[in-house]
């Protein structure tokens, strides 16, 4: 068949999607796909087998030892040269304000050497081509280190200002999350100039899934590349998201924290962010999109996924909704965006999918999500386009971005629709919500401000708060504001002067009321699990000084220890904060979540915090609530606010929780262990578990096991 006819047949093929959630839909148009002789799209049955499964990141080309020890001295030599720029007798001469803004650009050199590094470590050399892109990063960190000992600041140190044309720069940042150096790539508009203080729009750019995409290509494409898109007068943000996930977990963070990071550095205006990307990229802004609606003047996704069971049925001919535990459809919840779809009413979105790309299902499902709350979504078609943005697309998108832009106000909205199912998205301009009745079912709070009257009306939210900054109020009342919640009326404070206005109410026995100052027991917002929502803030992994009783559990602490760090390191290349549980400061206590391997024989600190957590260890037995298992060969996983420190989370015997498995398609990548789990290791762990789960449930919002 001619490509001219397999076209022809392919757009056949979508036509019939007229329901593109149809059961039987996906392993059809895949088997007609495969007998037309068109490219199997999705990763493939081969993806679809636990027992075999290929490396994520795939190992490069062999590279020649002597070219790999020169640019490992290299990298050596530019930490030597920055070392020695930090040296005492080096700082005696500046001032300590001096001494501060170069420490502050440290990232901006060694994230260079550290890309390097890990390419080197991982096997991540593609190409040979590659070798030269990294030299001519070291290079780089090497005129960097240059420019700061001859006094110059971020602006110059990093290049914004070379060109007056539109132009990339890259570099890095410190995550909070580990420590480590993270890239960013960004595009500098035509015209910019530091001397100018005018604010300038800036749009986030998700990247496509690229299973090479190390830190080295990353950095090289950003530095020698404008993107997709370049509108005027725009910066555009190209975060890292730290490899391939999606932009979820320590991805999403990354974005934050890059955004945060150019916000300090450039003069951005905060009500003219966006959020846009393409295919992997796609799904990081419907994402983004939907659980920080508040934040962006406008979304433009294009193609990607925007669920997880329906896209694997369709793209991987997988049933995850016969396979997965019912607490994993649950956790579905947290990413899957189509029932966060009303929070775009919040958010100007514009879609974009090619008209015979199967990719058009994120879309599509979004679309039918949206039609309940009575939006039809904006989707701009690229007319027998398959996976790529249709030149003409492309300018309907921008013209309506713009004019998006254009009407976009720093007005304070006077009416919010605010959708959950988690306190960790718990928030849309003025309206916080603070408790929920259950977690994981959906949670609404609509409210509406005008004369002096407050109306909101709930759903499964228990405790909330209603604050505007000052000057957000439009307009000034005389009178206290009168709050009607759920039908229930209750008088507000007065308005202060500046325009500012606050108040907390919590809801016990199905009646609001006025919070007073006590604090509130209970799951809030970030202290609210699961398990892998450690890994979403500052944590230190806290190891055994002593060996379990049991050996089965010892081997197994021994080797998922060692997974756990190699894999956060090769999976979210991040680094991991370790020590000996004799070796815990009270600063690590103070600042981050504990993440404690071992048990009450080989940790110090779980055995010191025992008696305060919902585990019962005995010579037979190991229980947690209802639920029992032999002391033998089984361990307890699970989150839990620390005793040490409420305001932080310790985690006992666990990584982020997807595995192996679940790097092959990003929608796999989603959580798979609740809040809690007993688990059998004598056998060990797989691709897909850390052993035998046995029994793993959610605590309640009292971070209580649930009774039957």
């Not at 030892?65 to 700082?91: D, M, V, Y």
């Amino acid at each position: 068949m001619n490509q001219k006819s397999q076209t022809n047949r392919l757009k056949q093929i979508q036509k019939m999607r007229t329901n593109p959630l149809h059961p039987w839909f996906g392993g059809l148009a895949i088997a007609i796909a495969l007998n037309l002789g068109l490219p199997a799209q999705g990763d493939g049955p081969k993806d679809n087998l636990p027992d075999s499964v290929r490396p994520i990141p795939p190992s490069g080309i062999s590279i020649d030892a002597s070219a790999r020890q020169a640019l490992l001295w290299r990298c050596k030599a530019i930490r030597t040269q920055w070392q020695s720029l930090l040296s005492t007798k080096a700082e005696e001469k500046r001032s300590q304000q001096r001494q501060d803004e170069i420490r502050s650009l440290e990232p901006e050199v060694l994230v260079f050497p550290r890309a390097v590094e890990l390419a080197i470590e991982f096997n991540q050399f593609y190409k040979q081509k590659e070798l030269q892109a990294a030299s001519n990063l070291l290079d780089e960190a090497a005129q960097r280190i240059k420019r700061v000992a001859e006094g110059s600041q971020w602006a110059e140190v990093v290049g914004l200002n070379k060109s007056d044309d539109t132009r990339s720069i890259i570099g890095g940042f410190k995550s909070n999350l580990d420590d480590s150096y993270q890239p960013y790539g960004l595009v500098v508009p035509n015209g910019f100039n530091t001397s100018k203080r005018n604010s300038h729009r800036l749009d986030i750019w998700f990247h496509g899934r690229g299973e090479t995409l190390s830190e080295v290509n990353f950095l090289s494409q950003q530095g020698n590349g404008l993107g997709q898109f370049t509108p005027r007068d725009t910066f555009v943000l190209h975060p890292y998201g730290r490899y391939s996930n999606a932009f979820k977990f320590a991805g999403e963070i990354d974005v934050l924290e890059a955004l945060a990071y150019v916000q300090s550095k450039l003069t951005i205006d905060e009500h003219r962010i966006s959020v846009r990307g393409f295919s992997m990229g796609g799904a990081g802004c419907w994402q983004f999109a939907t659980h920080y609606s508040d934040r962006w003047f406008a979304s433009n996704p294009g193609a990607g996924f925007s669920e997880t069971p329906e896209f694997l049925r369709f793209f991987q001919d997988e049933n995850v909704k016969d396979s997965a535990p019912p607490y994993q459809q649950t956790l579905w919840n947290l990413y899957d965006c189509p029932p966060w779809s009303r929070n775009l009413l919040q958010c100007p979105t514009v879609a974009y999918s090619g008209e015979i790309d199967r990719q058009k299902q994120a879309a599509d499902v979004m679309a039918e999500s949206l039609k309940k709350h009575g939006v039809n979504l904006t989707h701009i078609i690229g007319p027998d386009t398959a996976h790529k943005i249709h030149s003409d697309a492309k300018i309907e998108i921008e013209r309506r971005l713009r004019l998006i832009e254009r009407n976009t106000t720093s007005t304070t909205p006077n009416h919010l629709d605010l959708t959950t199912f988690t306190l960790r998205y718990n928030r849309q301009h003025w309206v916080t919500i603070l408790g929920l009745e259950k977690h994981w079912e959906i949670a609404n709070v609509q409210a509406t401000i005008s004369e002096a009257q407050l109306i909101a009306k709930t759903t499964n939210i228990s405790h909330l708060k209603f604050s505007f900054d000052s000057g957000e109020l439009a307009e000034h009342f005389s009178q206290p504001i009168t709050v009607t919640i759920d039908g229930q009326e209750l008088t507000g404070p007065c308005q202060e002067s500046d325009r500012s206005w606050t108040m907390e109410l919590i809801k016990q026995e199905g009646q609001w009321l006025k919070k007073t100052d006590q604090k509130t027991a209970g799951k809030k917002p970030s202290l609210q699990g699961p398990i892998d929502d450690a890994f979403m803030g500052r944590f230190i992994f806290v190891l055994p000084s002593q060996a379990s009783k049991d050996p089965l559990v010892e081997q197994w602490i021994q080797e998922e220890v060692e997974h756990a760090i190699t894999h956060w390191r090769k999976h979210f290349r991040g680094d991991i904060r370790k020590v000996l549980d004799n070796d815990l400061l009270e600063s690590d206590i103070a600042s981050s979540h504990l993440i404690l391997f071992g048990d009450v024989d080989s940790n110090s600190i779980i055995k010191e915090i025992a008696n305060d957590l919902p585990i019962t260890w005995n010579d037979e037995d190991l229980s947690l609530g209802r639920r029992r298992v032999p002391r033998k060969g089984h361990i307890p996983i699970l989150i839990y606010p620390n005793p040490l420190n409420p305001e932080r989370y310790i985690v006992l015997n666990s990584g982020f929780t997807f595995r192996e498995y679940d790097y092959l398609n990003n929608a796999r990548q989603t959580p798979k262990l609740p809040d809690w789990a007993l688990v059998d290791v004598s056998k060990g762990a797989t691709s897909q578990d850390p052993g035998k789960i046995i029994h793993a449930e959610f605590f309640d919002e009292n971070w209580q096991p649930i009774s039957d």
